[in-house]
């Protein structure tokens, strides 16, 4: 049995930085591809950033230059660091890990934790 759990979400200015944290725990023998995403109501979950492997991390245009991804092997973690924030970047953040455990892959979401900013 995997978990995730996200933490870091609140409310911050226009302008200013959240970083949120996605810490997984349980039966895991590796940890593969992995994703932000971010979803407001009425609008699908979108895409935020994500590593592919090693070196290949790809970012939403509207977010390049303002987030960073990055992975923690060691403590099984996963974080965004999200600077300049703008009021459009309010939302309900997920993240996303491909992780191994005693055979199979499987795809394991986060319950989400919101990143509120204000005008």
């Known amino acids: 049995q995997v978990q995730l759990v996200e933490s870091g979400g609140g409310l911050v200015q226009a302008g200013g930085s959240l970083t949120l944290s996605c810490a997984a725990s349980?039966?895991?023998?590796?940890?593969?591809?992995v994703a932000w995403y971010r979803q407001t109501p009425g609008k699908q979950r979108e895409l935020v950033a994500g590593i592919i492997s090693v070196g290949m991390t790809n970012y939403l245009g509207a977010v390049k230059g303002r987030f960073t991804i990055s992975k923690d092997n060691a403590k099984n973690t996963l974080n965004l660091q999200m600077n300049s924030l703008k009021c459009e970047d309010a939302a309900v953040y997920y993240c996303q890990l491909a992780i191994k455990g005693a055979a199979a892959v499987n795809a394991y979401w986060g319950q989400g934790t919101q990143g509120t900013v204000s005008s």
């Open positions: 349980g039966s895991i023998s590796s940890i593969g591809a």
